[in-house]
């Protein structure tokens, strides 16, 4: 999977792309621990548009997500989700946990 993150204002994104699964917990988790940790950043968005695969542990490592940006007072919205990826996270119940966007 490839990870850009992007910092404009008090906004974060992190934009992903390929497979999300166990293999990227680390980049994953490396990825937005630095921006819980920034006072400027108030809120974090997942590009997930082209994601073409998820799996149960990508649904843990968002979850993990959540509740230390919830600790860290900072949203997370999920955008774009891809077919793949909105599949599974419907299964889920995700979007009772994150808001879900499209057409950013």
């Known amino acids: 999977?490839?990870?850009?993150?992007?910092?404009?204002?008090h906004l974060a994104r992190i934009?992903?792309?390929g497979r999300f699964d166990f293999d990227v917990h680390r980049d994953f988790k490396n990825a937005y621990m630095p921006l819980l940790d920034q006072p400027a950043v108030r809120e974090i968005e997942l590009e997930?548009?082209?994601?073409?695969?998820?799996d149960s542990a990508a649904l843990g490592m968002l979850m993990l997500l959540h509740e230390r940006a919830k600790d860290a007072n900072k949203p997370v919205a999920l955008l774009n989700a891809s077919h793949e990826a909105l599949r599974v996270m419907e299964v889920a119940n995700f979007?009772?946990?994150f808001p879900m966007r499209n057409g950013r």
Do not use: F, G, P
């Open 1 to 9: 999977m490839i990870i850009n993150i992007q910092v404009l204002e």
């Open 15 to 17: 934009a992903m792309s």
């Open 48 to 54: 997930m548009s082209k994601i073409d695969y998820l």
């Open 95 to 97: 979007s009772r946990i």
